[in-house]
């Protein structure tokens, strides 16, 4: 770390007053996680079941500091996480991302800044402003912050009705450059919301991605609209996403049934609030489920066996996000006029299904991705209010965010890993400790047992 790096870095570590804060001169580089250009075809000749190790393409260390557009600000980061895209990314899988940053630089203006020899990744962030553009009028420097994935186009029209059905929407951190897993990073001022103060700055970075993407596919009028009552089939229901789906499936007065792949998992996700798990060598999901039709009906008729005995009825909403292994069954095993909600595909894009069970019983598929601004302001509002908990479970240091990423990779993780970036240690950013301590610290880290008991 550069004197000058360091004078900014102090003065945010020791709660600096804004007005020392912007008179802290900025680096000229800082360290980040990222992609380089060079790597892109490191895995181009591995066979399709090769393990892609991420730690190969990961690297820690310095880049520059970029210009800071009008409407943008910069934010030193105290702690981000890891999500799925920092995978992808790292296995330049299905594309290289440096494509994404080639075609928005495109776009000519301060775009062209992200077309760069590396990538900073990370689409998850908490910390605070240090900087401010022109343009910003809501945000202001000391402001703590946690970063919303949506980079979007305030001057497009649709952005107006819902900001991600802008064709300029992009996932920050994954299709632009400069995101979260740095020591500083450059968003938009439509992508700050106030940090919830009773949490840490890793509790908090947990929220963005996964939080915010659960909240708009279950609750949101863009996504499937869940009631009070209704049956929730919860893929993956003690990792990142399912972590938060449980949560706000109980709170909604739903019903969640949750699927793991191991009796730790279990225990995990009836903690989180699944009234039902079930575990997936119940159903018997094998390597041709995914492409073979009938394969994926009897396994959705032995799924449906389980939830109709332990609820008595089938599932109003599938939360898929898993993919090609699983998509069938979900789309078989919701009620008639039921919805499958989509935001991604980790064991692959291309979805094989019987149609005759979506057309002829009037189901319906909606395909959903993050959140919009309000949609992740009211997200965050239900943490605030202690009725959402973090589910970070393990914290890495930056200069292990390899390791980290490696975790996700191979599905050895439980709810969300946090990345600590310039916080020292885990624990800290708390300015509201009274509500910490209404709250609870048992409520607040649901998943501190498990963690404990893994590392016992």
Not at 166 to 182: K, P
Not at 231 to 257: D, F, H, K, S, T
Request: hydrophobic share 40%; glycine share 12%.
């Amino acid at each position: 770390m550069s004197l000058t790096d360091a004078v900014l870095t102090d003065a945010v570590l020791s709660g600096a007053a804004p007005e020392e804060l912007a008179r802290a001169p900025l680096p000229g580089t800082y360290t980040a996680a990222h992609l380089r250009v060079e790597d892109e075809n490191v895995f181009a000749r591995a066979d399709s079941g090769a393990d892609k190790d991420v730690r190969r393409t990961l690297h820690v260390g310095e880049v520059p500091m970029p210009e800071l557009a009008p409407d943008e600000v910069l934010v030193a980061v105290m702690a981000s996480s890891v999500n799925y895209n920092t995978v992808w990314s790292a296995k330049f899988e299905p594309v290289s991302t440096f494509r994404f940053l080639r075609s928005y630089a495109r776009q000519g203006g301060w775009a062209t800044r992200h077309d760069q020899p590396f990538h900073v990744l990370g689409s998850d962030a908490a910390g605070v402003v240090v900087r401010v553009g022109s343009g910003v009028r809501r945000r202001r420097i000391g402001d703590h912050v946690i970063v919303s994935p949506a980079h979007v186009d305030d001057q497009e029209p649709a952005t107006q009705t819902d900001g991600m059905l802008s064709e300029g929407q992009l996932a920050w951190g994954f299709e632009t450059n400069y995101g979260g897993l740095a020591h500083y990073a450059i968003a938009r001022a439509s992508q700050l919301i106030p940090k919830p103060p009773h949490l840490t700055w890793e509790e908090a970075a947990g929220i963005p991605v996964c939080g915010g993407t659960a909240y708009r596919m279950l609750v949101s009028d863009r996504g499937a609209r869940m009631k009070q009552g209704d049956v929730v089939l919860i893929w993956g229901a003690a990792g990142g996403l399912g972590a938060y789906a449980a949560q706000l499936v109980r709170n909604g007065g739903g019903i969640a049934v949750g699927v793991v792949g191991s009796e730790r998992k279990e225990a995990v996700a009836r903690r989180l609030g699944c009234q039902v798990v079930i575990n997936r060598e119940e159903i018997g999901i094998g390597q041709d489920t995914g492409d073979d039709p009938e394969q994926a009906v009897k396994a959705g008729k032995r799924l449906g066996a389980i939830i109709r005995r332990e609820v008595g009825e089938d599932p109003h909403i599938a939360f898929e996000h898993v993919g090609r292994a699983t998509f069938g069954i979900s789309v078989f095993v919701v009620r008639r006029g039921g919805t499958v909600v989509t935001c991604g595909s980790s064991t692959g894009y291309h979805h094989t299904f019987d149609n005759r069970y979506l057309w002829m019983k009037l189901k319906r598929i909606i395909g959903s991705h993050i959140a919009n601004l309000q949609e992740m302001t009211e997200c965050a509002r239900l943490f605030e209010q202690g009725r959402i908990a973090p589910v970070i479970s393990e914290v890495y240091p930056l200069a292990e965010v390899g390791e980290a990423t490696r975790r996700v990779q191979l599905n050895q993780h439980i709810g969300k890993v946090g990345v600590l970036c310039l916080a020292p240690s885990p624990g800290l950013g708390v300015t509201a400790p009274e509500q910490r301590a209404r709250i609870g610290e048992h409520a607040l880290t649901p998943l501190r047992s498990f963690t404990a008991a893994a590392a016992g």
